[in-house]
């Protein structure tokens, strides 16, 4: 069982930067695939970023979003820079399966109980 915590959300204003950690527990997590996803209200959840040793973005933050892995610290960043307000969500990260698709949601079996972050315009 791999327990998941986020932090690092709350309100910013639009052109503004949030950098979220998601702490893992775990003595392999220098081995897992981690991921990040959001979900804004009425939506479904969104892939964000991944990382396996590759980073992977989805379109909508690539050249903003940062993902990075200390795995000393057992834990995954999401730098999130020059942020808008669809941004707006619940932010998780999660673990997937070994050989699970980086993009689909169905793949990552842990996760997280999400932070919020708010983009004010």
């Known amino acids: 069982q791999v327990q998941l915590v986020e932090s690092g959300g709350g309100l910013v204003q639009t052109g503004g930067s949030l950098r979220l950690s998601c702490a893992a527990s775990?003595?392999?997590?220098?081995?897992?695939?981690m991921g990040w996803f959001r979900q804004a209200p009425g939506k479904e959840r969104e892939f964000v970023a991944a990382?396996?040793?590759?980073?992977y973005y989805a379109d909508s933050v690539k050249g903003r979003f940062t993902i990075s892995k200390d795995n000393a610290k057992n834990t995954v960043y999401l730098q999130m820079n020059s942020l808008k307000p669809e941004d707006t969500a619940v932010y998780y990260c999660?673990?997937?399966?070994?050989?699970?698709?980086?993009?689909?949601?169905?793949?990552?079996?842990?996760w997280g109980q999400g932070t919020q972050v708010t983009v004010s315009s």
């Open positions: 775990g003595r392999t997590f220098r081995s897992y695939a």
């Open positions: 990382s396996d040793g590759s980073t």
């Open positions: 999660a673990v997937r399966r070994y050989g699970g698709n980086v993009y689909y949601s169905s793949d990552y079996v842990y």
